[in-house]
């Protein structure tokens, strides 16, 4: 697998592309800050739906136990799951009694997170993915490069030939409203088919024992709606203690992510409809190891926005898939390592911490210091890449020697001035796109001395 | 152990920390104009809307915003036992609409069957303009005590941006969204 920084150039070799990209998430950045700064109350929204949060984690324990008690009173079947194994099997349990050659889905990024997909697939069972871009990814073979956006990554192009090869549609018609209608007509043979519907969730009520789901296309309701079966599938984290909260999140969310003043669809799944059979799966997955840990829980406070991705000047030069995740960005680069430190211990240093990340977090998650606090973490349990920590080391004995560092300092600006041959060559990653700087004729401190 | 108490457990197990909930949101004093800000929310997310003086002046304009389609009320729906598929345009009633974006919100009381105001070609909704509320605080302030066995806040028609940002509307809901006021 390649790391970030491999993957990220693989992605900007692609110049126009990689421009359309930065372009396009800075577009969807600049919708948000403008509805955000329509309501005056922007600032208190943040800061009451963070309170919010705070305090159900804190109470998270009593919370589960309320929802689960209302939720099974109003005829919904509850579930708990540990990881992510066997929410999977859970799910395949309820199939397995139903039947069906398909089942239709709506996003949900914990079935992304536990790769329910892949492991339906392998038990025989035909998974429709209905979100259009998650749909458009699944032909493809892909993965959602976006949590909110999923096929952010492809021109209509690239869409207008996989819609070609899997609906028929004529060759090289590239037009989003054409193909849009072509999908369609295509899951709506779906929706009427299957038996089981799975959908996320959003935000989980304790008080009433519902949950909401919010989408644009209605995609999440045509499945419920109409399959004999529906299973939602959450992580312990979306709880919220009240339904007047919802006011709160849903304030929020959209506006949030894409500049929008609420979803075109935020359904309140309270009971089952008559002869409805309706399953709720609960899932830890790390959740609680997270919970745990003092400088990272706060990212359990994550409404999954992705107002984070758009705003982040590394993620939108380097695409959704050069991070290796189901949930890519900075909030995916804080979430990473707790499922896998090694595996993802590139991600934390994906990041300039910068912290526009924190800035536009509809739940004020701290995310650029978390990134730093996950640096601190993973070096120390030595997972660096073994230059990451020789440079560290190497600076670390330069900085804490004066001499040195003046002598440094006096060699490097002979160096460019000189020879800048040693710099300029494609061994130090500093020329990579750019050019070096001129060095100047003294330093600072000599400067600072000499000056009248 | 069961995964439910090995999940209780691993959060039984963690230092209590007392924080209180921050209460209701108080919205800041927004606007006068419900009504003229629930239009302007409405055209915003791509919805019609037809302000009419009595039934009759709605009917006339709905018959030109859908000229050779087939309308049906809920009841019709209901009671001619329709297949919700081959409707081409549902009218419906909304208990409220929320003037800062537009939405209405349905109950599955007044619906003939949840899927309906989804599968429909389009969809026309008459809410009375004296039930149009601010914000989405007095919104959940209205529904207080009322749970729904499903309910929605529903703003605008089907969208989708998913093939390289471009808007198109009629995803997989309705591919227009009508709102009559009364």
Same mark, same amino acid.
């Given at each position: 697998?390649?790391?970030?920084?491999?993957?990220?150039?693989?992605?900007?070799?692609?110049?126009?592309?990689?421009?359309?990209?930065?372009?396009?998430?800075?577009?969807?950045?600049?919708?948000?800050?403008?509805?955000?700064?329509?309501?005056?109350?922007?600032?208190?929204?943040?800061?009451?739906?963070?309170?919010?949060?705070?305090?159900?984690?804190?109470?998270?324990?009593?919370?589960?136990?309320?929802?689960?008690?209302?939720?099974?009173?109003?005829?919904?079947?509850?579930?708990?799951? !540990?990881?992510?194994?066997?929410?999977?099997?859970?799910?395949?349990?309820?199939?397995?009694?139903?039947?069906?050659?398909?089942?239709?889905?709506?996003?949900?990024?914990?079935?992304?997170?536990?790769?329910?997909?892949?492991?339906?697939?392998?038990?025989?069972?035909?998974?429709?993915?209905?979100?259009?871009?998650?749909?458009?990814?699944?032909?493809?073979?892909?993965?959602?490069?976006?949590?909110?956006?999923?096929?952010?990554?492809?021109?209509?192009?690239?869409?207008?030939?996989?819609?070609?090869?899997?609906?028929?549609?004529?060759?090289?018609?590239?037009?989003?409203?054409?193909?849009?209608?072509?999908?369609?007509?295509?899951?709506?043979?779906?929706?009427?088919?299957?038996?089981?519907?799975?959908?996320?969730?959003?935000?989980?009520?304790?008080?009433?024992?519902?949950?909401?789901?919010?989408?644009?296309?209605?995609?999440?309701?045509?499945?419920?709606?109409?399959?004999?079966?529906?299973? $939602?599938?959450?992580?312990?984290?979306?709880?919220?203690?009240?339904?007047?909260?919802?006011?709160?999140?849903?304030?929020?969310?959209?506006?949030?992510?894409?500049?929008?003043?609420?979803?075109?669809?935020?359904?309140?799944?309270?009971?089952?409809?008559?002869?409805?059979?309706?399953?709720?799966?609960?899932?830890?997955?790390?959740?609680?190891?997270?919970?745990?840990?003092?400088?990272?829980?706060?990212?359990?406070?994550?409404?999954?926005?992705?107002?984070?991705?758009?705003?982040?000047?590394?993620?939108?030069?380097?695409?959704?898939?050069?991070?290796?995740?189901?949930?890519?960005?900075?909030?995916?680069?804080?979430?990473?390592?707790?499922?896998? !430190?090694?595996?993802?211990?590139?991600?934390?240093?994906?990041?300039?911490?910068?912290?526009?990340?924190?800035?536009?977090?509809?739940?004020?998650?701290?995310?650029?210091?978390?990134?730093?606090?996950?640096?601190?973490?993973?070096?120390?349990?030595?997972? $660096?890449?073994?230059? !990451?920590?020789?440079?560290?080391?190497?600076?670390?004995?330069?900085?804490?020697?004066?001499?040195?560092?003046?002598?440094?300092?006096?060699?490097?600006?002979?160096?460019?001035?000189?020879?800048?041959?040693?710099?300029?060559?494609?061994?130090?990653?500093?020329?990579?796109?750019?050019?070096?700087?001129?060095?100047?004729?003294?330093?600072?401190?000599?400067?600072?001395?000499?000056?009248? | 152990?069961?995964?439910?108490?090995?999940?209780?457990?691993?959060?039984?197990?963690?230092?209590?920390?007392?924080?209180?909930?921050?209460?209701?949101?108080?919205?800041?004093?927004?606007?006068?104009?419900?009504?003229?800000?629930?239009?302007?929310?409405?055209?915003?997310?791509?919805?019609?809307?037809?302000?009419?003086?009595?039934?009759?002046?709605?009917?006339?304009?709905?018959?030109?915003?859908?000229?050779?389609?087939?309308?049906?009320?809920?009841?019709?729906?209901?009671?001619?036992?329709?297949?919700?598929?081959?409707?081409?345009?549902?009218?419906?009633?909304?208990?409220?609409?929320?003037?800062?974006?537009?939405?209405?919100?349905?109950?599955?009381?007044?619906?003939?069957?949840?899927?309906?105001?989804?599968?429909?070609?389009?969809?026309?909704?008459?809410?009375?303009?004296?039930?149009?509320?601010?914000?989405?605080?007095?919104?959940?302030?209205?529904?207080?005590?009322?749970?729904?066995?499903?309910?929605?806040?529903?703003?605008?028609?089907?969208?989708?941006?998913?093939?390289?940002?471009?808007?198109?509307?009629?995803?997989?809901?309705?591919?227009?969204?009508?709102?009559?006021?009364?």
């Amino acid at each position: 697998m390649l790391n970030h920084a491999e993957a990220s150039e693989k992605f900007i070799e692609d110049a126009e592309r990689t421009t359309w990209h930065d372009e396009t998430l800075w577009f969807v950045r600049s919708k948000r800050d403008k509805v955000s700064k329509l309501l005056p109350e922007w600032e208190a929204l943040r800061e009451q739906a963070s309170l919010i949060k705070d305090h159900t984690l804190a109470n998270l324990g009593q919370y589960l136990e309320e929802f689960e008690s209302n939720a099974q009173k109003n005829g919904i079947k509850v579930h708990w799951a !540990k990881d992510a194994q066997e929410h999977n099997e859970i799910v395949l349990s309820i199939i397995s009694k139903h039947g069906g050659k398909a089942l239709v889905k709506s996003k949900s990024m914990l079935t992304e997170e536990c790769h329910l997909n892949d492991y339906l697939t392998k038990k025989g069972v035909e998974v429709v993915d209905t979100d259009l871009g998650e749909r458009i990814v699944q032909f493809r073979n892909e993965v959602p490069s976006h949590i909110v956006l999923p096929a952010i990554h492809l021109k209509k192009e690239d869409v207008g030939e996989t819609f070609h090869e899997f609906l028929g549609t004529p060759k090289g018609n590239k037009d989003p409203q054409f193909l849009t209608e072509a999908a369609r007509q295509h899951l709506r043979g779906y929706f009427l088919g299957a038996n089981v519907a799975i959908t996320g969730v959003n935000f989980a009520v304790a008080e009433t024992g519902e949950f909401v789901v919010c989408t644009n296309e209605g995609n999440a309701d045509m499945g419920a709606h109409l399959a004999k079966v529906h299973i $939602a599938c959450m992580g312990i984290e979306k709880m919220i203690p009240k339904r007047k909260d919802l006011g709160v999140f849903l304030r929020l969310l959209a506006r949030s992510a894409t500049g929008q003043l609420i979803t075109t669809y935020s359904s309140h799944f309270a009971k089952p409809r008559e002869g409805q059979e309706m399953h709720i799966v609960l899932v830890d997955n790390g959740r609680t190891r997270q919970l745990a840990r003092d400088e990272f829980r706060n990212s359990l406070k994550c409404i999954r926005c992705a107002a984070c991705f758009n705003t982040c000047p590394v993620y939108r030069r380097s695409g959704g898939h050069s991070y290796h995740q189901p949930v890519a960005g900075p909030i995916g680069s804080i979430l990473a390592p707790n499922f896998d !430190k090694s595996a993802n211990v590139d991600l934390p240093f994906a990041s300039t911490l910068c912290g526009s990340c924190s800035n536009v977090c509809p739940v004020k998650i701290n995310i650029h210091e978390q990134l730093w606090f996950w640096r601190q973490d993973l070096m120390k349990d030595g997972l $660096a890449p073994l230059g !990451k920590s020789l440079s560290m080391k190497g600076m670390a004995f330069v900085f804490s020697n004066p001499t040195i560092f003046k002598m440094a300092g006096y060699m490097g600006r002979l160096v460019m001035r000189f020879a800048p041959f040693i710099v300029n060559n494609s061994l130090n990653p500093w020329f990579k796109q750019r050019e070096m700087p001129e060095a100047p004729k003294e330093s600072f401190q000599s400067w600072y001395k000499n000056r009248k | 152990m069961s995964s439910r108490s090995e999940i209780f457990g691993a959060i039984q197990a963690l230092e209590k920390r007392e924080i209180d909930h921050p209460g209701d949101f108080k919205s800041y004093k927004a606007t006068q104009d419900v009504v003229g800000d629930f239009k302007n929310s409405l055209s915003i997310v791509g919805a019609i809307c037809v302000d009419a003086e009595n039934k009759q002046e709605a009917a006339t304009r709905l018959s030109e915003i859908y000229p050779d389609l087939l309308r049906y009320t809920s009841h019709e729906v209901v009671s001619n036992g329709l297949d919700l598929e081959a409707i081409d345009v549902l009218e419906i009633d909304g208990m409220f609409g929320v003037s800062e974006n537009g939405a209405i919100w349905l109950s599955d009381q007044f619906l003939p069957n949840r899927v309906a105001p989804f599968i429909c070609q389009h969809l026309v909704i008459y809410v009375a303009k004296s039930e149009i509320l601010a914000t989405l605080h007095e919104a959940y302030e209205r529904l207080d005590g009322n749970y729904a066995d499903f309910g929605l806040f529903l703003s605008g028609p089907s969208k989708t941006a998913d093939i390289e940002q471009s808007l198109v509307i009629g995803a997989h809901g309705a591919r227009s969204l009508t709102i009559v006021l009364v």
